[in-house]
């Protein structure tokens, strides 16, 4: 007896990693979520074979744990952005260690995984901040440069500011809450795949800047490292 499809899954599960030192690549970033229309948005990254990194808000992992665990089912990649988005650097390095703890907990609890990328709140982090994600051994990531979805809510504004800043090995921040932005991925992936890029997590991205837990990247002018 022969296992017809045993072949296609061994195909599948040997797809080869994408390697941006030899192709070029974009990060979408989603942040806050999941948002209520995550679902919408993982049907289009999956149809258009696409990878993204989602930061995720603990308290809405907690009421959509369903979103979290197919987000990791699927390949996409998950970050931590606090458990209720205070700024960083305006509470004591215990609450940051809590916001992110429980986090880290909710995750764990709908997907299985840990974080091991973090996005403080605002993109505001300071040495204390810094401090606190080494010691949960994650570098801060935040972006090369946003698309405005939260401002502009306007479907074509939110594509036309993404494809103007896009770039080799850009992190673009975007929001799974913004109806608007999920509305225009599908014309949005398409572009910038016929435009060359390939679409994938921000490890992928960051996989040659050897970064060290509690290092910050991009580096914003005037941190001190």
Known sequence: MTLAPAPAFAQQEKKEPVDCTQVKCIALTFDDGPGKYAGTLLDTLKKYDAKATFFLEGQYVKSRPAYVKRMAAEGHELGNHSYSHPDFTKIEAGAVKNEIQKTQDAVKKAAGVEPKLLRPPYGMADLATSDVAAEFGMPMILWT?????????????????????????????????????????????????????????????????????GDIFPVPAGWEQ
């Open 145 to 213: 440069a946003g698309s405005q979805d939260w401002s502009s809510k306007n479907v074509e504004a939110i594509q036309k500011q993404t494809l103007a800043v896009a770039k080799p090995n850009g992190i673009i921040l975007m929001h799974d809450w913004v109806k608007q932005t999920v509305d225009g991925m599908p014309a949005l992936i398409k572009t910038l795949k016929n435009k060359g890029y390939h679409l994938v997590t921000v490890s992928d991205v960051i996989k040659n800047e050897k970064l060290e837990p």
